[in-house]
């Protein structure tokens, strides 16, 4: 395969020399893109996107038509995993997603199948193969996956959730059943992000998007163990390629050091850590990915740039920094404000990287 034109992402997560800070946001393609919307409401709904390797594309590179960005990353979502397994995914207007059978005993942790890449997950693996093919190794393609301790808060509460009551009992009335379904989406989520690398994946990213609602000790053991085994089980090198692995638990400010020592090539930080003490905190260990908070994008240019001068002076000198928002960007943000940010960040990023 030839080279990848653009690959300072690639390298920055390896921590080599890059010429310009990296950067691409969480939830690039989405509802703040007015083709995106349009685009959706043509299909009907989110999950014909995701299902239709054609639409997936365009939606992938929708952003990237726009915006000056380092990667892209795969249209699909978290929740394919638990689809594929039989429970029912839909999305209500307006309301996030729903679950129409959720897991509550030993038997429904016994009957859940593991999906096949290549079988019920192949749509995934179609739009993989299909915007590698599109991209003509312009830019790195993210694969990427729930967390096991994520995707067991949606199949557990049957949805999103605010206190997460119903898997906090099944974590602290039957721990083993609970490690039981871990267990099983860690396999699953080796799988598949191994078909996703196999399918033409330059990266993959891990979203531990609620790991931050766990106490101290039932982090480590429900959540940051199974992403060990799992980044353990990927292949980090494949047909010639090094696959590198970020891992991103909003809310682990305080776990750094632990997730580091995972395994990980990068880890993700939320806007509520300071970048520059991270950076201390890990040393020379892992790439930071992140992290200005999406909420800046509401405020005009010249707040956008100052707050990206901002980091990128707490992180400094020196590659091993993947500029990133420390969340999703909001449907609410004005595509003008992600020019401004990334163009910000090519900008004033050169002046630390000089040789
Ligand atoms: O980053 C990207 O551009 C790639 C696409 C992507 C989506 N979801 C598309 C999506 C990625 C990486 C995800 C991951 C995801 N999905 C996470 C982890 C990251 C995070 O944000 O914390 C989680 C928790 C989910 C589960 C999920 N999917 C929820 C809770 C919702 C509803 C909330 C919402 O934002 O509407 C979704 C739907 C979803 N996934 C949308 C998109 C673009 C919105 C669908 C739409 O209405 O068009």
Redo the contacts with the bound molecule.
Sequence with gaps: MTKIENDRYLRALLRQPVDRTPVWL??????YLPEYRQL?AEAGD?MTLCQTPELACEVTLQPLRRFDLDAA???????TIPDAMGLGLS?GAGE??RFAKTIQHQRDVDALPLPDPEGELRYVMDAVRTIKKALAQRVPLIG?S?SPW?LATYMVEGG?SKQFSRIKQMMYREPALLHGLLDKLATSVTQYLNGQIAAGADAVMI?D?WGGVLSHQDYQDFSLQYMTRIIQGIHRQYEGRVIPVTLFT?GGGQWLEAIAASGCDAVGLDWTTDIAVARQRVGDKVALQGNMDPAVLQGDDALVTAKVQQILQQYGHGSGHVFNLG??ITPDIEPARVKTFVDAVHHFSAAYHQA
């Design positions: 969480m939830r690039q393609a989405g509802r959706r989110f990353i795969l249209f699909s979502d978290i929740l999305f996030g997603p990427f729930g994520t999103s979203f998007t909003k969340h999703g």
